[in-house]
């Protein structure tokens, strides 16, 4: 794993195209790195397979995206993303860490689960669907200081 390159921008949104309903552009990607956001890759021998994002405030942090390309999902590889922004999150003394998902997403919602993430509540029709709008869970992680 490691910090996000410009020269990754293109092999992340061919990922982000292959994999999200509602996509970001590599502009979008670009704007976060910019912004100071984290964001990091998980790569293979043949390349850049997953990424993620997250946006730090003062004591919080919003998980803004974690992506894996197909053919590497189910293989540990979004755990591993995620576990990086747990970890930067907690040596960075965040106390509480944020995310939305697609209602729909329940692979996704497992995995949140399974970390410590719970449900906190719901947006209605925040993202765009094939078919109108889907609802957005806002799931939160309480980070514990040793």
């Not at 922004?85 to 209602?103: D, G, Y």
């Not at 765009?128 to 309480?142: K, P, Q």
Request: hydrophobic content about 45%; proline content about 3%.
């Amino acid at each position: 794993m490691r910090e996000m390159r410009f020269s990754d921008l293109h092999t992340v949104e061919a990922i982000e195209q292959a994999v999200q309903a509602d996509p970001w552009n590599e502009s979008q990607f670009r704007d976060s790195m910019t912004a100071g956001h984290i964001c990091l890759v998980e790569e293979t021998v043949e390349g850049v397979r997953g990424y993620a994002v997250l946006m730090p405030a003062v004591d919080t942090a919003d998980i803004l995206t974690i992506a894996v390309a197909p053919g590497y999902q189910r293989q540990g590889m979004g755990g591993q993303l995620l576990a990086a922004m747990l970890e930067w999150a907690r040596s960075h003394n965040m106390r509480r860490i944020f995310l939305e998902v697609r209602e729909g997403n329940l692979p996704a919602i497992a995995l949140y689960n399974a970390n410590g993430f719970r449900k906190i509540g719901v947006r209605r029709g925040y993202y765009r669907a094939s078919l109108g709008r889907e609802d957005a869970l806002i799931m939160c992680r309480e980070l514990v200081f040793h």
